[in-house]
């Protein structure tokens, strides 16, 4: 009885250790999927939004301040995806670390001597090629983060020259008012003039 009771343990506990191991692997795996889907999508939104704007400003006469509202626009959505792609970096952090603990600990109950340092020898040789590849990762993140940084130094000059030709706009407006107000205050003497000379005759 108490060793059908030890076995009925030991397989309960196989159990819970293959679901806890398969758990991890699928954690890691999913947050590797998410972190591609949008590595993908802000790769294509990067590029065309930067290509798109480069176009509409060598085009004739570009409308500098409609440029820069289509590139804010495309921008926020760009970032928003970088946000979720950094998340996605962090949570591929934290999972495969639970990832690699799993494997040490399974690797560690292995009772076999020989076994066991073999597998321990197996996950620490995968893990130094996982850390290359995170390592790796790392800083072609860190790439995308000054391009990035560049596309916000960039939409701030496009800003400031939409400023700047609307201000240029409101300069040639404000001469057009002036001329406008000269002509009204030459007829406003005219009206004056006469009218001190009706005044006069009377």
Not at 2 to 11: A, F, Q, R, T
Not at 90 to 103: K, N, R, T, V
Not at 151 to 177: C, P, T, Y
Request: charged share 30%.
């Amino acid at each position: 009885m108490v060793c059908l009771i030890g076995v009925v343990v030991l397989s309960s506990c196989r159990t819970r250790t293959t679901k806890s191991a398969m758990k991890n692997a699928e954690v890691l795996k999913s947050n590797l999927d998410s972190f591609d889907k949008n590595r993908m999508k802000l790769s294509a939104n990067l590029v065309e939004s930067l290509e798109e704007a480069g176009e509409a400003l060598q085009s004739e006469n570009p409308d500098i301040p409609e440029v820069s509202k289509d590139f804010e626009k495309e921008w926020r959505s760009i970032m928003n995806r970088y946000d979720k792609l950094k998340k996605n970096f962090g949570d591929i952090g934290d999972s495969s670390q639970a990832y690699f603990d799993e494997l040490n600990s399974l690797s560690s109950s292995i009772n076999n001597t020989e076994l066991r340092q073999s597998e321990l020898a197996a996950n620490k040789e995968l893990q130094v090629k996982w850390d290359k590849t995170y390592q790796e990762a790392d800083i072609a993140i860190n790439k995308v983060t000054k391009v990035l940084e560049d596309g916000n130094d960039f939409h701030m000059v496009l800003v400031a020259s939409s400023i700047r030709q609307k201000l240029e706009q409101n300069v040639q407006d404000l001469k057009n008012m002036s001329e406008q107000a000269k002509v009204l205050l030459a007829d406003l003497k005219v009206f004056s003039d006469k009218g001190r000379e009706i005044v006069e005759q009377s």
